[in-house]
């Protein structure tokens, strides 16, 4: 199944190495492609692009410039307790709680940590009915605290095949939070699935690059038009990647990145990378013409 949107994961040195714990922890799962780049800003850089539950993830050793924190999670789905405490205890290792495994108002288990690598994940058990395992979850937090159902009804005029299934508002004083605040949200983007909430909490936390998300372009008119529609921080666009008004990372890339990426011919590989470290928004002819190039 080919992703729209995928989730992209910044390390400093430890992609491969996560990759492959991951891969090992979920069922379903696989490493599809390791590519290095040299020579560039951050030296050698390897890109990893996995599968988790049938969900598509992309991994970059790139130095340590962003880091992880429960802005963005991952919220895994399980139909039993047993499968809950597996996970839990093996992504635990070497972590940090942020909320106790145990029983919550909406599971009868549930608990939320970050990772060794800080990577934070929602692990809980459901009775219901899902169609993904693993759920990017967007957490609204200091100055865009208040903003999610905008930007969840933002996101869903932009993206097509897209709904809201459910917006859960915060009551009068309820947990300190703003009422109205969103509380609780799933939707989907593109047929993917997301959560979303606000926390006006006092997080000293917000989002940051460490986490983006990958949208997949079948050519250069979709590429303008997810560019044009996302970008509002003009000194974040570079590479492919933008800022959106809510502070979330994008990168908008083409389908044929891919298979250029998966290319065994290192001098196909350094072509396209010195051709695309020039660029802010993608061009795909300029991408091509590097990749064909002698």
């Known amino acids: 199944m080919t992703h729209k949107i995928t989730p992209h994961l910044w390390f400093d040195k430890e992609a491969k190495e996560a990759a492959e714990l991951y891969t090992s922890l979920f ?26 539950s049938g969900q598509s993830f992309m991994a ?35 972590g940090k709680v942020l909320m106790e495994l145990g029983k919550y108002p909406f599971s009868e288990m549930y608990g939320w940590i970050q990772d060794k690598y800080g990577l934070s994940w929602q692990i809980i058990y459901t009775k219901e009915k899902f169609t993904h395992g693993i759920v990017p979850a967007l957490m609204f937090t200091q100055d865009f605290t208040g903003k999610a159902r905008e930007a969840i009804e933002y996101y869903t005029k932009v993206f ?40 006006g909490f006092g997080h000293t936390f917000k989002f940051n690059e460490a986490v983006s ?19 509002t921080v003009s000194e974040s666009e570079q590479c492919g990647w933008l800022k959106d008004k809510y502070g979330i990372s994008w990168q908008i890339v083409p389908t044929v990145m891919d298979e250029m990426m998966a290319d065994k011919d290192p001098k196909r590989i350094a072509r396209v990378t010195e051709a695309f470290l020039k660029m802010k928004k993608f061009d795909i002819a300029k991408l091509q013409e590097a990749y064909e190039s002698a």
């Open 27 to 52: 069922e379903n799962s696989k490493i599809t492609n390791i590519t290095t780049l040299h020579n560039t800003p951050s030296g050698d850089a390897d890109i990893v692009s996995f599968t988790l």
């Open 60 to 94: 970059i050793s790139a130095g340590p410039y962003f880091k992880f924190n429960p802005s963005i999670s991952f919220h895994v789905k399980f139909k039993t307790k047993d499968d809950v405490d597996e996970m839990w205890k093996k992504l635990s290792k070497g």
């Open 213 to 231: 998300l990958i949208v997949k372009c079948k050519d250069q008119k979709e590429i303008d038009y997810y560019w044009e529609k996302l970008s």
């Open 160 to 199: 097509p095949a897209s709904k809201i299934d459910v917006i859960t508002e915060y009551g009068k004083n309820e947990f300190n939070e703003k009422e109205d605040n969103v509380m609780y949200s799933q939707f989907s983007l593109a047929n993917e699935e997301f959560i979303a909430m606000d926390s």
